[in-house]
C-alpha cells in the first residue's frame, strides 16, 4: 500500500463535518409541517379540551339553580279490607310541581362567579399544555436531527477507519510500521464501532420519541427555520413572563373562583326565599263511589339558618383558607415563572457560547489532524498520534451538533417560559382550538344541545 492511500482516506475522514445531505428527489419534513400536526393530532391537548367543556359545566350547573325546577310525580293504591264482605278500594293521584329558588342572599351569584373563573383558570392550563405539546416537539425534531447527523458522521468515521486499518496492514507488511500500530488501528475501529452502535440506538429512541409526540414516524427532516425573535435582556424576558404566562393566569383566576367561594360560604348564614306550587288530580274509588279531586296550591317558604352545628363556621373557615392558599400560589407561581425564565435565558447563553467555541474546537482540531496526518507520512509522528487526534476531531464534531441543537431548544423553552409558545406566536397559519364555542353553547343551561344528543346516542350505542 502506497502512502497517499492512506492520505486519501484520512483526507476523506477530514472531509466530514457537521451538517446532513438531503437525498435528491426527497421532500423533507419542516419544523411547521411537525408542530401543525402535534397540535392537530395530539390526544393530550384532546384530554385537556374535553376537561374544559366539563368544567364549562359548572357555570350552567351554578346558574340552574334560579331556574324553575318542574317535576311530574305520580301514586297508585290498591287496598281491600275484609268485614262481612271483601271491599276493595283504589286511589289514583298525579301531581305536577314546580320549584323558583328567589332570592338566596347572593349564593347563586357568588357561584357563578366562581365558576366562571374556574373556567378561565382552566383555559390557562389549556394554554400552558398547548405550549408543553409544541416544546416536546421542537426537542422531538432536534433530537432526531442530532441523532441523524451524529449517525452519518460515526458511519462515516467507521468506514475511513476501516481504510486505515486496512492501510496500516499493508505499511506492516512493507516495514514501515510495526505490529503495535497495526493493533491500535484495529481498536480504534472497533471503539468507532461500538459508537456507531449507541449513535444508533440514540436515534432509535429519538424517533420513537418524535413518533409518541407528533404521532407519525419521523421521516426525513429539514434544516429548521430561524429562531424566532427573543427579548433582548432578561429583564423584558422577565416582564413578559409575568404579564402573559398561563400558569400565572390560572393562578390568578384561581384566586378569583376562591374569592367568590368565601363569599358564597358567608351567604349561606343569610336568608332565603323559595316559591313552590303544585296542581294535583286524585281519584279515589271506594265505598261510598268514585270521588275526584283536583287541588292547587301555591305557597313562598322562607329560611333563615340559626344553628347548624357548626356547619356554616366550618365552611367560612374551610374557604377563607382555600383563599390564603390561592394566594400564596399565585406569589409561588409569579416567582417559579421568573425562574424559569431567567433559567431559559442562561441555558440559551451556555449554548450559544459553547457554539463558538465548539467551532473554534472543529478548526482547530482539525487543523491539529492535518498537521500530524502529515508528520506520520514523514515518520515524525505515531499511528497513535493520527488515531489521537483523529478522535478529538470526532468528538469536537458531536459536541458542535449538540450545542447547535441546544441553542435551538433552548431558544423555544424561552418562549415557553414567556408564555409565548403558541400557535398564534409562531404563525403557523392552521386554525386554533376556540374555548369559546362550547362555553357560549352551555353557558345558559339548555335544556339540550345538538352536541349532546350526538354524544348521548353514542353512548346508547356501545353501552349495549
Known amino acids: 500500500m502506497k502512502p497517499h492511500r492512506l492520505v486519501r482516506a484520512m483526507m476523506a475522514c477530514a472531509a466530514i463535518t457537521a451538517g446532513v445531505i438531503a437525498p435528491s428527489g426527497s ?30 359545566e359548572r357555570v350552567a350547573l351554578a346558574r340552574s339553580s334560579m331556574r324553575p325546577n318542574i317535576n311530574v310525580g305520580t301514586s297508585a293504591q290498591f287496598q281491600a279490607s275484609r268485614d262481612t264482605d271483601w271491599d276493595v278500594s283504589d286511589n289514583y293521584s298525579a301531581t305536577l310541581g314546580a320549584s323558583l329558588l328567589l332570592y338566596d342572599h347572593g349564593q347563586t351569584a357568588a357561584a357563578i362567579e366562581s365558576a366562571k373563573a374556574v373556567v378561565a383558570a382552566n383555559r390557562g392550563v389549556l394554554r400552558n399544555v398547548e405550549q408543553s405539546v409544541l416544546l416536546n416537539t421542537v426537542a422531538a425534531f432536534m433530537d432526531v436531527r442530532r441523532g441523524v447527523q451524529s449517525v452519518t458522521v460515526a458511519e462515516n468515521n467507521v468506514q475511513v477507519l476501516r481504510q486505515q486499518v486496512q492501510a496500516t496492514r499493508d505499511r506492516f507488511e512493507l516495514g514501515e510500521v510495526t505490529r503495535t500500530d497495526v493493533s491500535l488501528s484495529e481498536a480504534r475501529l472497533a471503539s468507532a464501532q461500538a459508537n456507531l452502535a449507541a449513535f444508533r440506538g440514540q ?32 429583564t423584558e424576558a422577565e416582564a413578559i413572563a409575568v404579564r402573559t404566562h398561563p400558569s400565572l393566569e390560572a393562578a390568578r383566576f384561581s384566586q378569583t373562583a376562591a374569592d367568590f367561594n368565601l363569599k358564597r360560604a358567608r351567604a349561606a348564614r343569610g336568608p332565603s326565599l323559595t316559591a313552590n306550587s ?23 317558604n322562607g329560611n333563615i339558618p340559626i344553628y347548624a352545628g357548626g356547619q356554616l363556621s366550618a365552611l367560612v373557615r374551610q374557604a377563607e383558607a382555600a383563599l390564603a392558599q390561592a394566594k400564596f400560589d399565585v406569589q409561588d407561581t409569579a416567582r417559579a415563572i421568573r425562574q424559569n425564565a431567567a433559567v431559559s435565558w442562561s441555558n440559551l447563553a451556555v449554548a450559544r457560547a459553547s457554539i463558538v467555541a465548539n ?22 509522528r505515531t499511528t497513535l498520534d493520527v488515531l489521537d487526534l483523529e478522535q478529538d476531531l470526532r468528538d469536537a464534531e458531536f459536541q458542535l451538533a449538540s450545542s447547535l441543537r441546544d441553542e435551538y431548544v433552548a431558544a423555544y423553552q424561552l418562549l415557553s417560559s414567556m408564555g409565548l409558545l403558541s400557535v398564534d406566536h409562531l404563525q403557523l397559519g392552521i386554525p386554533t382550538y376556540d374555548p369559546d364555542v362550547n362555553y357560549n353553547r352551555v353557558q345558559n343551561a339548555p335544556y339540550s344541545t345538538v352536541e349532546g344528543d350526538i354524544l348521548d346516542q353514542l353512548r346508547d350505542r356501545y353501552s349495549r
Not at 203 to 232: C, F, K, S, T
Not at 359 to 380: D, N, P, S, W
Open 27 to 56: 421532500v423533507a419534513q419542516t419544523l411547521t409541517d411537525s408542530l401543525i400536526t402535534a397540535y392537530q393530532n395530539s390526544p393530550i391537548l384532546e384530554s385537556q379540551r374535553a376537561a374544559l367543556r366539563n368544567i364549562d
Open 203 to 234: 436515534l432509535a429512541a429519538a424517533r420513537e420519541a418524535y413518533r409518541a409526540v407528533v404521532g407519525v414516524a419521523p421521516g426525513q427532516l429539514a434544516n429548521p427555520p430561524a429562531i424566532p425573535a427573543l427579548p433582548a435582556t432578561l
Open 278 to 300: 303544585s296542581l294535583g288530580i286524585n281519584n279515589t274509588d271506594g265505598i261510598l263511589g268514585r270521588n275526584e279531586n283536583a287541588v292547587a296550591t301555591l305557597s313562598l
Open 359 to 380: 467551532k473554534q474546537q472543529v478548526r482547530a482540531a482539525r487543523v491539529a489532524f492535518e498537521g500530524v496526518r502529515e508528520e506520520a507520512l514523514l515518520g515524525a
